[in-house]
């Protein structure tokens, strides 16, 4: 049984270079944001794109499952900051989304820097939509640890 289904809707008037096109979420977290071909390939201009969800999804997923696995290791609340870059190239003709680079910041008591390492690669495992895209995409992950500071 699944855990959860979510659902979003595109409409799309004219053809790719001229068209334009407005998703929405079922939930309502989001209505109508404006897509275009050049919001992908030039300027956004306040629009949108399949690479900047997949990358707010995939930030959003990672910090969620980061959480999670710090949380199993006893590491002490602390912020973190999830940054995802998706990257759509050109290969033989046709775009093709090929990496994803998540770059994380972390303020965290109790924790080293090894032990950090450790939590990132245990997350990368375990996000669901690393697990989507693995296989098809790079994905890169790297992270910078602070350690928060003493309370006086």
């Known amino acids: 049984m699944a855990i959860a289904t979510r659902q979003a809707d595109v409409s799309w008037e004219g053809s790719l270079a001229a068209g334009e096109g407005a998703i929405s979420s079922a939930s309502g977290a989001f209505d109508r944001l404006p897509v275009t071909w050049a919001s992908r390939t030039q300027q956004p201009e306040g629009r949108t794109s399949p690479e900047e969800l997949i990358a ?6 990672f910090a969620m499952a980061l959480a999670l696995v710090l949380g199993r ?68 992950v790297s992270g910078e640890l602070e350690p928060l500071a003493a309370a006086h």
């Open 56 to 61: 707010a999804a995939h930030a959003s997923c």
């Open 73 to 140: 290791s006893d590491a002490p609340p602390g912020q973190l900051a999830v940054s995802a870059r998706c990257t759509l190239d050109e290969i033989d003709g046709a775009p093709r989304i090929t990496a994803i680079d998540l770059a994380v910041g972390a303020r965290l008591g109790g924790i080293g820097k090894e032990q950090f390492e450790r939590c990132l690669s245990e997350a990368a495992q375990l996000c669901p939509v690393s697990n989507a895209l693995r296989g098809a995409v790079q994905i890169n």
